[in-house]
């Protein structure tokens, strides 16, 4: 049985071509600036973000972290969407290593208002923490991959900026927020000061993320990796898939947008299943079952017993698109929900 496995874009397997230019990779000692493949992935990551510099990390989860880390000083508090990654699934992190406070936001759909943000920016006043970042998250995840309109971005940017407090945006699916936007990714990445984005996810690398920013934000960033633990040797063998990621596999990302809006509208079709049309933006779609009388551990269940892999959850239930998603498997996963609906 042919297994759909809509879990997440984290579960894409390299390429051929990935596993091909890793056999061949260029490798030296990263920790000495020595590994030309990571040196190249470097160079080409800043240049498509539109910044100064960048560095290679071993998980987007490591990139934001070293990026609040980078930011802040211990006491600081920090401006983030209330459903955000670093947030929620993060394991804690900017509290045990950076030593900040979150100030969480409610967002609507995932996009932050400007004069939330405004008004939660803390004065000058020896009680008070200072504010000393603005966490962004594009795509946002829990959201359900919703994009931060462009004019929105820009607006937080301006008012950050007022307050000289930098921004830090949590891409980790950026470039799907750049297909959907129709703009280049660093039209969106010039209103961070700081941006993490994944290779590992919709772009299938094995492993890595990539932050950027300017010279001098690298360099200490640099540092603090080491610090952690992520000074990777000859991880040339990793940028060499990472490549590849960055310079093809964001040029499909549309594919999967489309099979998620195709996926969603038949979906909402199907008596007793809810879904936000207006959530269905890139590759990620929510749907709730509730209303089917079902439960949502023995609907992921079933599903399973027919191949079909999604999380389990009480009653709204995620589904991601990605490379090796084509449309038949979605044609098929709504033929056995709608099976499973009936009671079939
Ligand atoms: C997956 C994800 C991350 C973290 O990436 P990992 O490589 O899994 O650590 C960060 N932010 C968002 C929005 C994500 O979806």
Not at 30 to 43: A, C, H, Q, R, S
Not at 115 to 127: G, S, V, Y
Not at 135 to 154: D, F, S
Request: aromatic share 4%.
């Amino acid at each position: 049985m042919k297994i759909i496995d809509l879990r997440s874009d984290t579960v894409t397997m390299p390429t051929p071509e990935m596993r091909e230019a890793m056999f061949k990779a260029k490798v030296g000692d990263d920790v000495y600036g020595e590994d030309p493949t990571i040196n190249e992935l470097e160079k080409k990551a800043a240049q498509i973000m539109g910044k100064e510099a960048a560095l290679f990390v071993i998980s987007g989860t490591m990139g934001n972290q070293i990026a609040v880390k980078t930011h802040t000083n211990p006491g600081d508090e920090i401006i983030l969407e209330e459903n955000s990654h670093i947030l929620i699934y993060e394991v804690g992190g900017i509290a045990a290593i950076s030593g900040v406070q979150p100030r969480p936001l409610k967002g609507e759909r995932g996009v932050l208002n400007v004069e939330d943000i405004k008004k939660a920016i803390r004065p000058d006043d020896i009680h008070q923490p200072s504010t000393t970042l603005i966490c962004l998250e594009n795509t946002h995840n829990r959201a359900g991959g919703t994009v931060i309109p462009l004019q929105t971005m820009k607006e937080i940017k301006a008012l950050a900026k007022e307050h000289g407090i930098p921004v830090h945006l949590d891409g980790a699916r950026v470039f799907n927020a750049a297909v959907a936007l129709g703009v280049d990714v660093s039209e969106i990445a010039r209103y961070a000061d700081s941006v993490m984005f994944c290779l590992s996810k919709g772009l299938c690398a094995p492993v890595g993320s990539v932050l950027v920013g300017d010279q001098e934000f690298i360099g200490r960033a640099r540092k603090y990796r080491k610090m952690f633990g992520g000074g990777i040797r000859q991880g040339g063998i990793l940028a060499a898939a990472g490549l590849i990621a960055l310079e093809r596999m964001t040029k499909r990302l549309e594919e999967d947008h489309a099979n998620a809006r195709f996926l969603a509208e038949n979906l909402a079709e199907i008596p007793g299943i809810t879904v936000d049309l207006e959530t269905v933006q890139t590759n990620i779609v929510f749907h709730d079952i509730e209303k089917t009388g079902l439960n949502g551990y023995e609907y992921t269940q079933k599903l399973k017993e027919f191949g079909i892999m999604i999380n389990p959850a009480p009653k709204t239930l995620r589904m991601v698109t990605h490379w090796g998603i084509t449309r038949e498997d979605i044609c098929y996963t709504l033929e056995v929900i709608e099976k499973i609906v009936k009671g079939g």
